[in-house]
């Protein structure tokens, strides 16, 4: 079955960029959209952007500034950057398939498979 | 943007009860783009249900979804132990997407 890892430093400082590489196993990357999520310590969910395996992109408005998601289709990855990075960005990062499908007319989408996430913490 | 609401924040129950989370959302969503997880300490979350009623796969008929507009609802017909959790509502709306803050359900 499809399995995500995400990996990256667990410790950025102020300002400095936020890097995150999701692989993604036992399943192709093509014909899926994936997603950024993140959680602060003791928070909620925060949606940061999809990419589709083609390369388009869709951000949070709230980050779109800062935000960069990119694919590797070669090597079944998809990435995140985040720059101008503050201790409001320590979070655990997730990546997930953003799944879209249609049937009979109708479209569905949900996040239906997650990486265990990975805790970034922002500090100098 | 469109925002979610989830109440209550938390849900005191016994397992065995039934448990009722609405999900209220700031303007009107499409039920196809609407989603429900579940969260338990220290993992990911889990998709639950998609499209505001259809289970995902795997998942238990003790839990339930409904709605449609702005007023959506995770039911849980039966709770048992596994069960409590905190539980996000969600929906992609302008190819964009939100989530509610989250109700935890705790043991009673």
């Known amino acids: 079955q499809v399995q995500l890892q995400e990996s990256g430093p667990g410790l950025v400082k102020p300002s400095e960029t936020l890097s995150l590489t999701c692989t993604v196993s036992?399943?192709?990357?093509?014909?899926?959209?994936w997603s950024w999520i993140r959680q602060p310590p003791g928070k909620g969910l925060e949606w940061i952007g999809y990419?589709?395996?083609?390369?388009?992109?869709n951000y949070n408005p709230s980050l779109k500034s800062r935000v960069t998601i990119s694919v590797d289709t070669s090597k079944n990855q998809f990435s995140l950057k985040l720059s101008s990075v503050t201790a409001a960005d320590t979070a655990v990062y997730y990546c997930?398939?953003?799944?879209?499908?249609?049937?009979?007319?109708?479209?569905?989408?949900?996040?239906?498979?997650w990486g265990q996430g990975t805790m970034v913490t922002v500090s100098s | 943007e469109i925002v979610l609401t989830q109440s209550p924040g938390t849900l005191s129950l016994s397992p065995g009860e039934r448990a009722t989370l609405s999900c209220r959302a700031s303007?009107?969503?499409?039920?196809?783009?609407l989603a429900w997880y579940q969260q338990k300490p220290g993992q990911a979350p889990r998709l639950l249900i998609y499209?505001?009623?259809s289970r995902a796969t795997g998942i238990p008929d003790r839990f339930s979804g409904s709605g449609s507009g702005t007023d959506f609802t995770l039911t849980i017909s039966r709770l048992e132990p596994e069960d409590f959790a905190v539980y996000y509502c969600?929906?992609?709306?302008?190819?964009?997407?939100?989530f509610g803050q989250g109700t935890k359900v705790e043991i009673k």
């Open positions: 997930a398939r953003d799944d879209l499908y249609c049937t009979n007319g109708v479209c569905y989408r949900a996040f239906d498979i």
């Open positions: 036992g399943g192709s990357i093509s014909s899926y959209y």
């Open positions: 990419i589709y395996y083609s390369g388009s992109t």
């Open positions: 303007q009107s969503v499409s039920s196809s783009y």
């Open positions: 499209g505001a009623s």
């Open positions: 969600q929906q992609y709306g302008s190819s964009t997407g939100t």
